[in-house]
Structure formats: structure tokens, C-alpha cells
Nanobody, 119 residues
Framework: QAQPVESGGGLVQAGGSLRLSCAASGSMRSVHTMGWYRQTPGKQRELVATITSGGSTTYADSVKGRFTISRDNSRNTVYLQMNSLKSEDTAVYYC?????????????WGQGTQVTVSS
């Protein structure tokens, strides 16, 4: 199955921390960019952070200094360490992996994991 699988969401108080994990299929090859996006009801999905296979990262301005993205290329796994969480970080977080699966290059999305930050 090509769909990445996320884990680690949940409920946390403002100021707390959570760590999200996402494992892309072990059958995926040439996984270039992996990343995290988030979405709240009625809004478009927005970028949170991405990381390339070479380790280059990008972050949304709203999470810089609080979130850290990392990956394990050998396991096709990406992580998002979220610190100093705010109520506005509440959203469904989606993992994305760009790579080659069953001979087809594509963008593969996970089904999402809920993060709720209580104030």
C-alpha cells in the first residue's frame, strides 16, 4: 500500500509538546520530499514543514522555532516534533511523501491524524 501511515496525534494543553511520525511504504523508492501539512474545517490544507532526502527543510512562518521536522531515509519515515503548542495549531495533520511506488512517480498522502491543543 502506497498510503503513508501517520501516528502520534492527540490532545495536549497549550505550551505542551507532541511528536508525529509518518511511515511511507517500504516499497517506495526514490522518496525525495516528505512533509507535513495541516487542515482545519473550511480552510485549505496548508504546509507545515517539508524535508528533502538530502535534509533541506522548509517551515511555515507560524511554526518556525517551535516545530522540527526530521526523517530516517532508511525507513522512509518522517517525524514532526511540535513544541510550545498553541490553540491555533489544532488541526488534522497530513503526511505527504513524493516518490516512486510500483513504477509510478506520485504524491502520496496519509489519512491524517488529529492534533487538538486546549487553551
Amino acid at each position: 500500500q502506497a498510503q503513508p501511515v501517520e501516528s502520534g496525534g492527540g490532545l495536549v494543553q497549550a505550551g505542551g509538546s507532541l511528536r508525529l511520525s509518518c511511515a511511507a511504504s517500504g516499497s517506495m523508492r526514490s522518496v525525495h520530499t516528505m512533509g507535513w501539512y495541516r487542515q482545519t474545517p473550511g480552510k485549505q490544507r496548508e504546509l507545515v514543514a517539508t524535508i528533502t532526502s538530502g535534509g533541506s527543510t522548509t517551515y511555515a512562518d507560524s511554526v518556525k522555532g517551535r516545530f522540527t521536522i526530521s526523517r530516517d531515509n532508511s525507513r522512509n519515515t518522517v517525524y514532526l516534533q511540535m513544541n510550545s503548542l498553541k490553540s491555533e495549531d489544532t488541526a488534522v495533520y497530513y503526511c505527504r511523501a513524493d516518490g516512486l511506488y510500483a513504477g509510478t512517480w506520485g504524491v502520496y498522502w496519509g489519512q491524517g491524524t488529529q492534533v487538538t491543543v486546549s487553551s
